[in-house]
C-alpha cells in the first residue's frame, strides 16, 4: 500500500513540475547547518571552524539534493519528460522536416487502420451471434453434375433432422422470396422475404430489438401468417414505431401479424426485408430433389467437427441406401459442413488480405523514408549529439533521446493517421459492394485504436531504431575534430540509407506490380462480352401475388398482355421478360434429360425411366426477350408467339449446350425433358423438341463462364401448370433508358393497380454492380502503388539529393581540373541507377513470389505475366530515373569556385 | 540513485520513525540530533542522508510535514508521525524485535548446544 502510494506520489510528481521543492530542501539544508553551527558555537569552536564542522557533518550537499530529487520523483519517468521535451523542441526547430515525417507517416497509419477495420469487422470478429465458432452450414453436393454446394430438399431435412448425432440444433431457412407488402393507408410495397424454421433464431442467439421470434406454433403449415420486421424496414416503413407488435401487414393479399423486429445488425447473408415462418409440412413435404432449405447447426459441446463430417457421412449412406434413385450408386452425392463465418466471409478474404499487406508494404516504405529523413536530419546534428555527449550524456542516453523523438513523430502521425481512416473508412464504405458481409460492423472501435496505437509504436521503433543506433555508435570524439562538411562517417550513413532506398523501390516495385495485375484483370473483364448487348437496356422486376393470380393462364396472360401494350409505348424498341436475369443473383437450375442415350458419360436417373440426365441453367422466356436482349439466334428459331399452351413443347437451347451434348451433330429437333407428364406414375419425360440454338449469356458475372443454359416459352407451363411468377422486363429503349420507367409504370398500373414495380435497373447499372468488387479492388491496390510509387520517389531524390550535396566539394575540385558537366551527371546518374536497379531486382524478384497469393483475384492474367511485371519496372525504373535527374543537374551547375569556398 | 545499504536505510527509518513517536514532531535537525544521541556514531557524518529518507517516508504517508518556526525563530520544516505511520511503526517493531530475538539466540548458541 505505502509503496503504491509513494510511486504514485512520484509519478505525480514527474507529470507535474513543481519549481519550490527544490527550495525547501535548500532551506531545510540552510537550517539544519546553521543549527549546527550555533551548537557547536556554544561548544566553543571559532565561528569559522564552527560553520566548517557543520558542513563537513552534514556531508555533501550536491549528493544529497540529487538523492532528494530522485526520491521526490521517477528518474526514468522523469528522463522520459526530459526527452520528450527536448524531442518536441527538436522537431519545433526543423518544422518542414517534421511535417513531412508526420504527413507520410500518417498517410501509412491512416491506410493501415482503415484496411484493418474492415479486415477486422469482417474476418476477425466473431460473428454477433451466440458462441458463433460452433455454428456450421451443412451442404449436399452432386460434384460430378456440377452442382459443389447444394441446399437441402425439404425430405432430406426431415431425415437430417432423425439422423442427428453431433448437433445440439438444426434450423432451416430460405431466402429470395418476394412479396407484395400492403398496409392501409400505405402504397404497395415490394419486399424480399426470408423464411425461417421456428427454432432458427433461438438457434443462432438472436434476441429480437422488439417483440420477440416466431413461437414453434407459428411454424406449421396452415397456421405460419407471423411476420419478423428487419430493422430497415421498420425503421423506412413503421418509422421505428414502437408499438408495430401485435399490428398486421398484408403481405401478397394474406394477412400477417408482426410478432417482432429484429436487431440492426442481424443478417444470414443477402438482404431480406422481413422473416416469416416456413410452415413446414411434415405429412407432405415437397420433391425431393427440390433443393431450397438453408441449413444451420449448432455442434454439440462434446462433438468435433471430424465427428460431424464422419456422422454426416453415415447419413448419406442411409439416404443412398434408401433412396437409391435419387442418389445415384456412383458415389456422386455427398453431405458436408462449413463453419458459418467462413461461409460468409471467405469470398472476401483473399482481397481484404492482399490489401492489407499493400497497406503495410506501404507502411514499411514510409517508415523508410522517414528514416532516411532522419539520417539527414542526424547528419547535420552529429555537432549537436557530440557536444551533449562531451557534456556527459551516455551513448544509451542519445539513443534513448533519438528513439523518443522517432516515438514523438510516430505518435502524431498515428494520431492524424485515425483521423485519415476516418475518413478513408467512410469512403470505404460508400464505395464496397453492397453484398460484402459484415460492413454494418465496420467501426473504429477500441480493438482498432489499440492496434493504431501498436502500430504507431512499432512504426516509430521501426524507423527510429536505424538511425539511433547508427548515430549513438559513432565516434563523437571525431565528430568534434572534423573540421570539413562529413567525409569518411559520412560513407557508412550513405550505406545505410542506400539500402532503405533499395528496399522502398522493391516495396513500390511489387505494390505496382499487383496493382498492374488488377488493372490488367479488369480491363480483362471489362472486355468480356456478356453474351447480350447492354446499352440502351432497362431492366424492371415485377411478381405476381398467387392470390389474385392463378397457377398458369392467368400468370401467362398477364405478361402477354403486358408486353403488347408496352410495344406502344413510345421510347420503347423491344421488350420481353425472363425469369432469371442475368448478373441478377438470380438463378435457377435443374435436371434435364435426354432421349438421345448415346450422349456419353452421363448420370441415369432410375426414378425417370433410367434417362440420362444433368444439371442445366434453366429460364423461362417471353417470344422478345432475345430480341430485346440482342442475343444471338445461332441456328434454327427463336421462341415466337405460337409456342403457347396448347402448342407442341419447345425449347430453344444455348451454343454451350449444343455443343457439349451434340459436339458433331445438329441440336436441333432433339428430344429433351425438364419435367413429367403430370399425374402419371411411375415418372414419364415430357418431351420437349429443341428448336433453336443462342448464344451463350455469362449470367453470373463476366468473369465466370457458367452452365449450359436452355431456355423455355414462358406460355409453356412447366412441372404441372406452372408459368414463373416473377419475371424480369428487358426493355430496349431508344432514347435514355431511365426516361421510359414512369410509361411502363403506368401501363403495369392500367393492368393491376397493387403491382409495385422493384429492381429497376439499366443494364450497364447491373454490370458495373457485377464489377464493383474488383473494381474496389483495384482502385484500391492502385492508390496504394500510387502512394508507395511517390514515396519512392521522394526517397530516392532525398538520397540522391543529399548524396550530391555532400560531395559539392569534390564535384567542384573535379570540374575546376576540367571534367565536364556531362561525365558528373552521368555519374551522379549511374550511382541513382544502381540503387534503381537493386531496387527492381529484389522487388521483380519478391513480385514473382508474392502475386501468386493474390491468383484469385486475377482474371485473364497470369500473377507472373511478364508484361505486367516488366511495365511497372518500367514505369519505377522512368520515376526513379527522373527523381536521380534533378539532384545530378544540380552537381553539373556547381561552380568550382564558390564550392572549393564552400565549408 | 545511490541507495544506502536496505540495512541501514530500514534502521534509519524505523529510527526516525520511533523519534517521531517519542518526542512529537520534530525538524530534521532535531531528528538528526536525537539519532545521534542514541545510537552514537552512526549519524556523526553524512546528517543530509536523513533529508532523502524523510521524503520517502512522506511520500509512503507515514509521516507529514509543516512548516514552523525553530528555537532560533527561523522557519523550519517540522515532520510528525501520521495514523499510518504509527501503525507502520508498531509492525516493525514488532518485526524487528523477533528479528533481534532470533538473531540473538543464533548468537548465544554454541557447538556443543547443537550436537
Given at each position: 500500500?505505502?509503496?503504491?502510494?509513494?510511486?504514485?506520489?512520484?509519478?505525480?510528481?514527474?507529470?507535474i513540475?513543481?519549481?519550490?521543492?527544490?527550495?525547501?530542501?535548500?532551506?531545510?539544508?540552510?537550517?539544519?547547518v546553521?543549527?549546527?553551527t550555533?551548537?557547536?558555537l556554544?561548544?566553543?569552536?571559532?565561528p569559522?571552524?564552527?560553520?566548517?564542522?557543520?558542513m563537513?557533518k552534514?556531508g555533501?550537499?550536491?549528493?544529497?539534493?540529487?538523492?532528494?530529487?530522485?526520491?521526490?520523483?521517477?528518474p526514468?519517468v522523469?528522463?522520459l519528460?526530459?526527452?520528450?521535451?527536448?524531442?518536441?523542441r527538436?522537431l519545433?526547430?526543423?518544422?518542414?522536416?517534421?511535417a513531412?515525417?508526420?504527413?507520410t507517416?500518417?498517410?501509412?497509419?491512416?491506410?493501415?487502420?482503415?484496411?484493418f477495420?474492415?479486415?477486422?469487422a469482417?474476418l476477425?470478429?466473431?460473428?454477433?451471434?451466440r458462441?458463433?465458432?460452433?455454428l456450421?452450414?451443412?451442404?449436399g453436393?452432386?460434384?460430378?453434375?456440377?452442382?459443389?454446394?447444394?441446399?437441402f430438399?425439404?425430405p432430406?431435412y426431415?431425415?437430417?433432422?432423425?439422423?442427428?448425432?453431433?448437433f445440439?440444433?438444426i434450423?432451416?431457412?430460405?431466402?429470395?422470396?418476394?412479396?407484395?407488402?400492403?398496409?392501409?393507408?400505405?402504397?404497395?410495397?415490394?419486399?424480399?422475404?426470408?423464411?425461417?424454421?421456428?427454432?432458427?433464431?433461438?438457434?443462432?442467439?438472436?434476441?429480437?430489438?422488439?417483440?420477440?421470434?416466431f413461437a414453434?406454433?407459428e411454424?406449421?403449415p396452415?397456421h405460419?401468417?407471423?411476420?419478423?420486421?428487419?430493422?430497415?424496414v421498420w425503421q423506412s416503413?413503421?418509422?421505428?414505431?414502437?408499438?408495430?407488435?401485435?399490428?398486421?401487414?398484408?403481405l401478397?393479399?394474406e394477412?400477417?401479424?408482426?410478432?417482432?423486429?429484429?436487431?440492426?445488425?442481424?443478417?444470414l447473408?443477402g438482404?431480406?426485408?422481413?422473416?416469416v415462418?416456413?410452415?413446414?409440412?411434415?405429412?407432405?413435404?415437397?420433391?425431393?430433389g427440390?433443393?431450397?432449405l438453408?441449413?444451420?447447426?449448432?455442434?454439440?459441446?462434446?462433438?468435433?467437427?471430424?465427428?460431424?463430417?464422419a456422422?454426416?457421412?453415415r447419413?448419406?449412406?442411409?439416404?443412398?441406401?434408401?433412396?437409391?434413385?435419387?442418389?445415384?450408386?456412383?458415389?456422386?452425392?455427398?453431405?458436408?459442413?462449413?463453419?458459418?463465418?467462413?461461409?460468409?466471409?471467405?469470398?472476401?478474404?483473399?482481397?481484404?488480405l492482399?490489401?492489407?499487406?499493400a497497406?503495410?508494404f506501404?507502411?514499411?516504405i514510409?517508415?523508410?523514408n522517414?528514416?532516411?529523413l532522419?539520417?539527414?536530419q542526424?547528419?547535420?546534428?552529429?555537432?549537436?549529439?557530440?557536444?551533449?555527449?562531451?557534456l556527459?550524456?551516455?551513448?544509451?542516453?542519445?539513443?534513448?533521446?533519438?528513439?523518443?523523438?522517432?516515438?514523438?513523430?510516430?505518435?502524431?502521425?498515428g494520431?492524424?493517421?485515425?483521423?485519415a481512416?476516418?475518413?478513408?473508412?467512410?469512403?470505404l464504405?460508400?464505395?464496397a459492394?453492397?453484398?460484402?458481409?459484415?460492413?454494418n460492423?465496420?467501426?473504429?472501435?477500441l480493438?482498432?485504436?489499440?492496434f493504431?496505437?501498436?502500430?504507431?509504436?512499432?512504426?516509430?521503433?521501426?524507423?527510429?531504431?536505424?538511425?539511433?543506433?547508427?548515430?549513438?555508435?559513432?565516434?563523437?570524439?571525431?565528430?568534434?575534430?572534423?573540421t570539413?562538411?562529413?567525409?569518411s562517417a559520412a560513407?557508412?550513413?550513405?550505406?545505410?540509407?542506400?539500402?532503405?532506398?533499395?528496399?522502398?523501390?522493391?516495396l513500390a516495385?511489387?505494390?505496382?506490380?499487383?496493382?498492374g495485375?488488377?488493372?490488367?484483370s479488369f480491363?480483362?473483364l471489362?472486355?468480356?462480352s456478356?453474351?447480350?448487348?447492354?446499352?440502351?437496356?432497362?431492366?424492371?422486376?415485377?411478381?405476381?401475388?398467387?392470390k389474385?393470380?392463378?397457377?398458369?393462364?392467368?400468370?401467362?396472360?398477364?405478361?402477354?398482355?403486358?408486353?403488347?401494350?408496352l410495344?406502344?409505348?413510345?421510347?420503347?424498341?423491344?421488350?420481353?421478360a425472363?425469369?432469371?436475369m442475368?448478373?441478377?443473383?438470380?438463378?435457377?437450375?435443374?435436371?434435364?434429360?435426354?432421349?438421345?442415350?448415346?450422349?456419353?458419360?452421363?448420370?441415369?436417373?432410375?426414378?425417370?425411366?433410367?434417362?440420362?440426365y444433368?444439371?442445366?441453367?434453366?429460364?423461362?422466356?417471353t417470344?422478345?426477350y432475345?430480341?430485346?436482349?440482342?442475343?444471338?439466334?445461332v441456328?434454327g428459331r427463336?421462341?415466337?408467339?405460337?409456342?403457347?399452351?396448347?402448342?407442341?413443347l419447345?425449347?430453344?437451347?444455348?451454343?454451350?449446350?449444343?455443343?457439349?451434348?451434340?459436339?458433331?451433330?445438329?441440336?436441333?429437333?432433339r428430344?429433351?425433358?425438364?419435367d413429367?407428364i403430370?399425374?402419371?406414375?411411375?415418372?414419364?419425360?415430357?418431351?420437349?423438341t429443341?428448336?433453336g440454338?443462342?448464344?451463350?449469356?455469362?449470367?453470373?458475372?463476366?468473369?465466370?463462364e457458367?452452365?449450359?443454359?436452355?431456355?423455355t416459352?414462358?406460355?409453356q407451363?412447366?412441372?404441372?401448370?406452372y408459368?414463373?411468377?416473377?419475371?424480369t422486363?428487358a426493355?430496349?429503349?431508344?432514347?435514355?433508358?431511365?426516361?421510359?420507367?414512369?410509361?411502363?409504370?403506368?401501363?403495369?398500373?392500367?393492368?393491376d393497380r397493387?403491382?409495385?414495380?422493384?429492381?429497376?435497373?439499366?443494364?450497364?447499372?447491373?454490370v458495373s454492380?457485377?464489377?464493383a468488387q474488383p473494381?474496389?479492388?483495384?482502385?484500391?491496390?492502385?492508390?496504394?502503388?500510387?502512394?508507395?510509387?511517390?514515396?519512392?520517389?521522394?526517397?530516392?531524390?532525398g538520397?540522391?539529393?543529399?548524396?550530391?550535396?555532400?560531395?559539392?566539394?569534390?564535384f567542384?575540385?573535379r570540374m575546376?581540373?576540367?571534367?565536364?558537366?556531362?561525365?558528373?551527371?552521368?555519374?551522379?546518374?549511374l550511382e541513382?541507377?544502381?540503387?534503381t536497379?537493386?531496387?527492381?531486382?529484389?522487388g521483380?524478384?519478391?513480385?514473382?513470389v508474392?502475386t501468386?497469393l493474390?491468383?484469385?483475384?486475377?482474371f485473364?492474367?497470369?500473377p507472373?505475366?511478364?508484361?505486367?511485371?516488366?511495365?511497372?519496372?518500367a514505369?519505377?525504373?522512368l520515376?526513379?530515373?527522373?527523381?536521380?535527374?534533378?539532384?545530378?543537374?544540380r552537381a553539373?551547375?556547381?561552380?568550382?569556385?564558390?564550392?572549393?569556398?564552400?565549408? | 540513485?545511490?541507495?544506502?545499504?536496505?540495512?541501514?536505510?530500514?534502521t534509519?527509518a524505523l529510527?526516525?520513525?520511533?523519534?517521531?513517536?517519542?518526542?512529537?514532531p520534530?525538524?530534521?535537525y532535531?531528528?538528526?540530533?536525537?539519532?545521534?544521541?542514541?545510537?552514537?556514531?552512526?549519524?556523526?557524518?553524512?546528517?543530509?542522508?536523513?533529508?532523502?529518507?524523510l521524503l520517502?517516508?512522506e511520500?509512503?504517508?507515514?509521516?507529514?510535514s509543516?512548516?514552523?518556526a525553530?528555537?532560533?525563530?527561523?522557519?523550519a520544516?517540522?515532520?510528525?508521525?501520521?495514523?499510518?505511520?504509527?501503525?507502520?511503526?508498531?509492525?516493525?517493531t514488532?518485526?524487528w524485535e523477533?528479528?533481534?530475538?532470533?538473531?540473538?539466540?543464533?548468537?548465544?548458541v554454541?557447538?556443543?548446544d547443537?550436537?
Amino acid at each position: 500500500m505505502s509503496s503504491l502510494r509513494r510511486f504514485l506520489t512520484r509519478l505525480f510528481n514527474s507529470a507535474i513540475r513543481r519549481t519550490n521543492d527544490d527550495e525547501r530542501l535548500s532551506e531545510e539544508i540552510e537550517e539544519h547547518v546553521a543549527l549546527q553551527t550555533e551548537e557547536n558555537l556554544r561548544a566553543g569552536l571559532s565561528p569559522i571552524e564552527a560553520r566548517r564542522q557543520a558542513m563537513l557533518k552534514f556531508g555533501g550537499v550536491e549528493a544529497v539534493k540529487e538523492d532528494y530529487r530522485a526520491e521526490r520523483r521517477l528518474p526514468f519517468v522523469e528522463t522520459l519528460v526530459q526527452d520528450v521535451r527536448y524531442g518536441l523542441r527538436t522537431l519545433r526547430k526543423s518544422p518542414g522536416f517534421t511535417a513531412i515525417a508526420i504527413l507520410t507517416l500518417a498517410l501509412g497509419i491512416g491506410a493501415n487502420t482503415a484496411i484493418f477495420s474492415v479486415v477486422d469487422a469482417v474476418l476477425l470478429r466473431p460473428l454477433a451471434y451466440r458462441d458463433s465458432p460452433s455454428l456450421f452450414n451443412i451442404w449436399g453436393k452432386f460434384e460430378k453434375q456440377g452442382l459443389p454446394i447444394l441446399p437441402f430438399s425439404e425430405p432430406e431435412y426431415w431425415d437430417l433432422l432423425g439422423h442427428n448425432e453431433s448437433f445440439s440444433q438444426i434450423a432451416a431457412y430460405s431466402t429470395g422470396g418476394n412479396a407484395n407488402l400492403t398496409r392501409a393507408d400505405a402504397t404497395p410495397l415490394h419486399v424480399t422475404e426470408g423464411a425461417a424454421t421456428a427454432d432458427l433464431f433461438p438457434l443462432l442467439g438472436i434476441t429480437p430489438a422488439l417483440g420477440r421470434s416466431f413461437a414453434p406454433d407459428e411454424d406449421q403449415p396452415g397456421h405460419s401468417h407471423f411476420a419478423l420486421l428487419g430493422y430497415a424496414v421498420w425503421q423506412s416503413q413503421f418509422a421505428g414505431d414502437l408499438n408495430v407488435v401485435g399490428q398486421s401487414i398484408h403481405l401478397d393479399g394474406e394477412a400477417y401479424t408482426i410478432v417482432g423486429v429484429l436487431p440492426k445488425e442481424f443478417s444470414l447473408g443477402g438482404k431480406q426485408d422481413l422473416w416469416v415462418p416456413l410452415g413446414l409440412d411434415r405429412a407432405k413435404p415437397q420433391d425431393r430433389g427440390s433443393h431450397y432449405l438453408f441449413v444451420v447447426a449448432r455442434l454439440k459441446l462434446s462433438a468435433g467437427t471430424a465427428q460431424a463430417s464422419a456422422a454426416l457421412n453415415r447419413f448419406v449412406d442411409y439416404l443412398r441406401r434408401t433412396y437409391p434413385s435419387n442418389y445415384d450408386g456412383e458415389k456422386d452425392f455427398g453431405v458436408y459442413l462449413v463453419p458459418v463465418k467462413e461461409q460468409l466471409t471467405s469470398g472476401f478474404r483473399p482481397a481484404l488480405l492482399v490489401l492489407q499487406g499493400a497497406v503495410v508494404f506501404v507502411l514499411l516504405i514510409a517508415c523508410a523514408n522517414v528514416a532516411n529523413l532522419q539520417l539527414a536530419q542526424a547528419s547535420s546534428r552529429e555537432k549537436e549529439l557530440a557536444i551533449r555527449g562531451a557534456l556527459g550524456a551516455g551513448r544509451t542516453r542519445l539513443f534513448r533521446q533519438l528513439v523518443t523523438e522517432s516515438l514523438i513523430l510516430a505518435l502524431a502521425g498515428g494520431f492524424l493517421g485515425l483521423a485519415a481512416a476516418y475518413w478513408g473508412v467512410a469512403a470505404l464504405l460508400a464505395l464496397a459492394p453492397a453484398n460484402t458481409p459484415r460492413l454494418n460492423e465496420v467501426h473504429l472501435d477500441l480493438v482498432v485504436l489499440a492496434f493504431t496505437f501498436g502500430v504507431s509504436l512499432l512504426t516509430g521503433l521501426f524507423f527510429g531504431l536505424a538511425p539511433a543506433w547508427h548515430v549513438a555508435r559513432t565516434d563523437l570524439q571525431a565528430k568534434l575534430n572534423e573540421t570539413g562538411r562529413g567525409t569518411s562517417a559520412a560513407g557508412a550513413t550513405q550505406r545505410l540509407r542506400a539500402v532503405l532506398v533499395v528496399s522502398e523501390l522493391s516495396l513500390a516495385v511489387l505494390l505496382l506490380a499487383g496493382a498492374g495485375l488488377l488493372i490488367r484483370s479488369f480491363n480483362r473483364l471489362l472486355a468480356v462480352s456478356p453474351g447480350f448487348q447492354t446499352q440502351h437496356m432497362l431492366t424492371l422486376q415485377l411478381s405476381l401475388p398467387d392470390k389474385t393470380y392463378q397457377d398458369g393462364a392467368p400468370v401467362q396472360s398477364f405478361y402477354v398482355q403486358l408486353l403488347t401494350r408496352l410495344k406502344s409505348v413510345s421510347g420503347i424498341q423491344t421488350a420481353g421478360a425472363v425469369s432469371q436475369m442475368p448478373l441478377t443473383d438470380s438463378y435457377t437450375s435443374g435436371s434435364v434429360f435426354f432421349e438421345d442415350t448415346s450422349i456419353p458419360d452421363l448420370p441415369r436417373y432410375p426414378g425417370m425411366q433410367n434417362l440420362p440426365y444433368m444439371e442445366i441453367d434453366q429460364r423461362a422466356a417471353t417470344p422478345g426477350y432475345f430480341n430485346a436482349m440482342q442475343i444471338p439466334l445461332v441456328g434454327g428459331r427463336l421462341l415466337n408467339e405460337a409456342d403457347n399452351a396448347d402448342a407442341p413443347l419447345v425449347a430453344v437451347v444455348d451454343e454451350t449446350f449444343a455443343h457439349r451434348f451434340w459436339p458433331h451433330r445438329d441440336a436441333i429437333g432433339r428430344h429433351i425433358a425438364i419435367d413429367g407428364i403430370p399425374k402419371i406414375k411411375p415418372l414419364a419425360p415430357r418431351w420437349r423438341t429443341i428448336v433453336g440454338v443462342v448464344g451463350h449469356v455469362k449470367h453470373y458475372g463476366l468473369g465466370v463462364e457458367g452452365r449450359e443454359q436452355i431456355y423455355t416459352p414462358h406460355a409453356q407451363p412447366q412441372f404441372g401448370a406452372y408459368s414463373p411468377r416473377t419475371m424480369t422486363l428487358a426493355v430496349r429503349t431508344s432514347l435514355d433508358p431511365a426516361s421510359v420507367t414512369n410509361a411502363i409504370r403506368e401501363q403495369v398500373f392500367a393492368i393491376d393497380r397493387d403491382l409495385p414495380l422493384y429492381d429497376i435497373a439499366t443494364m450497364d447499372q447491373l454490370v458495373s454492380v457485377s464489377v464493383a468488387q474488383p473494381r474496389l479492388n483495384l482502385s484500391l491496390l492502385a492508390a496504394f502503388a500510387g502512394l508507395a510509387l511517390a514515396l519512392a520517389a521522394v526517397g530516392v531524390y532525398g538520397v540522391m539529393a543529399y548524396s550530391v550535396a555532400q560531395r559539392t566539394h569534390e564535384f567542384g575540385i573535379r570540374m575546376a581540373l576540367g571534367a565536364p558537366p556531362a561525365r558528373v551527371l552521368k555519374q551522379v546518374l549511374l550511382e541513382g541507377g544502381r540503387l534503381t536497379a537493386l531496387g527492381l531486382a529484389f522487388g521483380l524478384f519478391a513480385a514473382f513470389v508474392l502475386t501468386r497469393l493474390m491468383a484469385s483475384l486475377l482474371f485473364g492474367v497470369k500473377p507472373s505475366d511478364p508484361a505486367t511485371l516488366g511495365g511497372a519496372a518500367a514505369l519505377l525504373a522512368l520515376v526513379a530515373l527522373t527523381a536521380c535527374y534533378i539532384p545530378a543537374r544540380r552537381a553539373t551547375r556547381i561552380d568550382p569556385i564558390v564550392a572549393l569556398r564552400y565549408e | 540513485m545511490k541507495q544506502k545499504t536496505d540495512v541501514l536505510q530500514g534502521t534509519l527509518a524505523l529510527m526516525v520513525l520511533k523519534t517521531l513517536d517519542v518526542l512529537g514532531p520534530r525538524h530534521g535537525y532535531g531528528i538528526a540530533r536525537r539519532i545521534e544521541q542514541i545510537s552514537g556514531d552512526l549519524l556523526t557524518v553524512n546528517q543530509g542522508t536523513l533529508y532523502p529518507l524523510l521524503l520517502k517516508l512522506e511520500q509512503e504517508g507515514a509521516i507529514a510535514s509543516d512548516w514552523g518556526a525553530s528555537e532560533n525563530n527561523r522557519r523550519a520544516r517540522f515532520y510528525r508521525l501520521t495514523r499510518e505511520g504509527r501503525k507502520q511503526l508498531q509492525v516493525e517493531t514488532q518485526d524487528w524485535e523477533q528479528t533481534a530475538a532470533i538473531i540473538g539466540r543464533f548468537f548465544k548458541v554454541k557447538a556443543q548446544d547443537v550436537s
